[in-house]
């Protein structure tokens, strides 16, 4: 519990005035601090469900972050790659034929580069955790990841509740 409290802590950070209204509104910010949010929720379900000690914490939360950030850098690279695509549709245009397949093999190319991610994680998470643990890990993660893109279609964020209450596989 404690750790929760410090991760939780340190992820938001403190800002004794806040942002102006003006920060607020801007779209940007608002991405990013759906993301700070997202993170620090993350952080706070994976600590919570893993029950890890203080050691178990000193080690895996390291080997996490440099999972996350190359998680990260795939999001990215993948949304950058679907920009044309978004842009078109919001402009009201169809895709061509070629530029459905070229869509779909994209969205298949990333799918199997998160996969690869994660299998490249699983020796590196082993050995700071048990297998059970590693198990529960990935059961977090994609739960935490369905519930995200389930939700990201009418803007409503899983809440600690929702996650915390789903049964494990």
């Known amino acids: 519990a404690s750790l929760i409290v410090v991760f939780t802590f340190i992820s938001f950070g403190i800002n004794a005035q806040g942002p102006s209204k003006e920060v607020i509104n801007n779209k940007e910010y608002q991405s990013k601090e759906h993301e700070k949010n997202k993170e620090s929720h993350q952080i706070a379900v994976i600590t919570q469900k893993l029950d890890l000690t203080v050691e178990e914490a000193q080690k895996f939360w390291p080997v996490f972050n440099e999972y996350h950030n190359k998680q990260k850098q795939l ?19 169809k895709l061509t034929d070629a530029e459905l397949e070229k869509k779909i093999n ?6 199997q580069k998160e996969l690869d991610l994660l ?9 700071v955790l048990s297998l ?11 739960k935490f990841n369905s519930k995200h893109h389930k939700n990201k279609g009418c803007n409503k964020k899983a809440t600690p509740i929702e996650l915390e209450e789903e049964d494990e596989e």
Not at 75 to 93: A, I, L, V, Y
Not at 106 to 111: M, V
Not at 132 to 142: G, N, P
């Open 75 to 93: 999001h990215k690279t993948k949304q950058e790659s679907m920009k044309t695509f978004r842009d078109k549709k919001q402009k009201g245009e």
């Open 106 to 111: 994209l969205q298949l190319e990333f799918k």
């Open 119 to 127: 299998k490249e994680y699983k020796a590196p998470f082993s050995k």
């Open 132 to 142: 059970e643990k590693v198990a529960k890990l990935y059961h977090i993660l994609d």
